[in-house]
C-alpha cells in the first residue's frame, strides 16, 4: 500500500515549536517535490511550503515565512516542517503531499499533488 504519514502534532503554547514528519511507504519521495499545506477550522486548505525534488529550492507561505522551515531525508523516506513562534493562528490540520511531476521546484497548487497523508492537528493555545 501507498501512504504518506503524518506525525508530531499535537498541543502547543503560543511562541512554542513543534517539528512534523511525513514518513512514506509504498512510495519514493526521491526525485519529487513535497509540499505542506493546512486547512482550519471552517478554512479551505492551503498551502504552507514546498521543499524541491533536490532539497536546495523551499518556498513559503507569507504567514508562516521566517517562522516554519522544510527539510527532506530522502534516504529516510521522509519530510519535515519545523514550525517555530507559533500562533493561535497555525492551528490546522497540517497535510504533506507529494507532486504528481518528477524533478521540479514544486507547486503552490493543491492540483499538483497527487499523494496526500491523512493529516496531523496541530493546536495552538494562546
Known amino acids: 500500500q501507498v501512504h504518506l504519514v503524518e506525525s508530531g502534532g499535537g498541543l502547543v503554547q503560543a511562541g512554542g515549536s513543534l517539528r512534523l514528519s511525513c514518513a512514506a511507504s509504498?512510495?519514493?519521495?526521491?526525485?519529487?517535490?513535497m509540499g505542506w499545506f493546512r486547512q482550519a477550522p471552517g478554512k479551505e486548505r492551503e498551502f504552507v511550503a514546498v521543499i524541491n525534488w533536490s532539497g536546495e529550492t523551499t518556498n513559503y507561505a507569507d504567514s508562516v515565512k521566517g517562522r516554519f522551515t522544510i527539510s527532506r531525508d530522502n534516504a529516510a523516506n521522509t519530510v519535515y516542517l519545523q514550525m517555530n513562534s507559533l500562533t493561535p493562528e497555525d492551528t490546522a490540520v497540517y497535510y504533506c503531499?507529494?507532486?504528481?511531476?518528477?524533478?521540479?521546484?514544486?507547486?503552490?497548487?493543491?492540483?499538483?499533488?497527487?499523494?496526500w497523508g491523512q493529516g496531523t492537528q496541530v493546536t495552538v493555545s494562546s
Open positions: 509504498g512510495l519514493t519521495i526521491r526525485g519529487y517535490a
Open positions: 503531499a507529494r507532486d504528481v511531476l518528477e524533478y521540479t521546484l514544486g507547486s503552490q497548487q493543491e492540483t499538483r499533488y497527487n499523494y
